[in-house]
Nanobody, 115 residues
């Protein structure tokens, strides 16, 4: 079994910054990719950013230039630096990991951006 534990969410004013972190533990042999999804109120879950074990990165168009994903393979952690936050970034953010054994999700962390 694999566990993903997120931290770093909270309340911030528009234009501010937050940093999310996610640590994977458990039966980990190799992680193909890790990343972040989010689910805004009343909407479906959507991709925010992904990073592969080789360092290939992809971002949702809505966060390009504002968010930065990074990964520490040795520690099985992934981070999401979020700058220039907007009210529309308000959502529950979920850590995600794809392993050979399957897909795993964190419990989610709330990010709220106020005007």
């Amino acid at each position: 079994q694999v566990q993903l534990v997120e931290s770093g969410g909270g309340l911030v004013q528009a234009g501010g910054s937050l940093r999310l972190s996610c640590a994977a533990s458990g039966s980990i042999f190799s992680i193909n990719f890790m990343g972040w999804y989010r689910q805004p109120p009343g909407k479906q879950r959507e991709l925010v950013a992904l990073i592969t074990s080789g360092g290939t990165i992809s971002y949702a168009d809505s966060v390009k230039g504002r968010f930065t994903i990074s990964r520490d393979n040795a520690k099985n952690t992934v981070h999401l630096q979020m700058n220039s936050l907007k009210p529309e970034d308000t959502a529950v953010y979920y850590c995600h990991a794809q392993l050979a054994s399957g897909r795993y999700w964190g419990q989610g962390t709330q990010v709220t951006v106020s005007l």
